[in-house]
T-cell receptor, first 113, second 110 residues
């Protein structure tokens, strides 16, 4: 069964601290994995995409990793800011066109001053 | 310019009423979707259209009827609203495997 699981469900950290969000998937055939950020009251926005051959990719203070063997991905946020408070959703694309999407349940991150 | 726009953003209505949510994308994408986000923030696919044709129709009550007059528009009509329909509904378009979401339409059924 194609599934995407994220942990933790919620996380509270102090401003300036680092954190890591996890995503485990059992989606096949794997096409790519994206992390989306959803601010409160807004739609999700793509942060980064990981393809099968990529191990790590950075986008500013966000660094995503992918281990295709263990089917795990992580999103590391460095030097967190109040504006990082949001839900982070892991979405795995399947199929040869990559147009079948499987969503994780998200991690709700709260950054406090 | 907003890439994927939905109206209305908020909708409060009584049980049994019929309502519509409209979606338009100016990105030129061929594929559009409707997702339902429940109180636990999980996004669940409802419908997918490719160039005005229905390609995904998940297990959704037939009170929900999507309509795509052209590939830039995908509207959602809901008949006989129920309490359980209360949620945030997101429209999205797809290009090269990236989903572009609208801002969401929060539906509250009283």
């Amino acid at each position: 069964k194609n599934q995407v699981e994220q942990s933790p469900q919620s996380l509270i950290i102090l401003e300036g601290k680092n954190c890591t969000l996890q995503c485990n998937y059992t989606v096949s055939p794997f096409s790519n994995l994206r992390w989306y950020k959803q601010d409160t009251g807004r739609g999700p926005v793509s942060l980064t995409i990981m393809t099968f051959s990529e191990n790590t990719k950075s986008n500013g203070r966000y660094t995503a990793t992918l281990d295709a063997d263990t089917k795990q991905s992580s999103l590391h946020i460095t030097a967190s800011q109040l504006s990082d408070s949001a839900s982070y959703i892991c979405v795995v694309s399947a199929g040869y066109t990559g147009n079948q999407f499987y969503f994780g349940t998200g991690t709700s991150l709260t950054v406090i001053p | 310019d907003t890439a994927v726009s939905q109206t209305p953003k908020y909708l409060v209505t009584q049980m049994g009423n019929d309502k519509s949510i409209k979606c338009e994308q100016n990105l030129g994408h061929d594929t559009m979707y409707w997702y339902k986000q429940d109180s636990k923030k999980f996004l669940k696919i409802m419908f997918s259209y490719n160039n005005k044709e229905l390609i995904i129709n998940e297990t959704v009550p037939n009170r929900f009827s999507p309509k795509s007059p052209d590939k830039a528009h995908l509207n959602l009509h809901i008949n006989s609203l129920e309490l359980g329909d209360s949620a945030v509904y997101f429209c999205a378009s797809n290009y090269a495997g990236e989903l572009f979401f609208g801002e969401g339409s929060r539906l509250t059924v009283l």
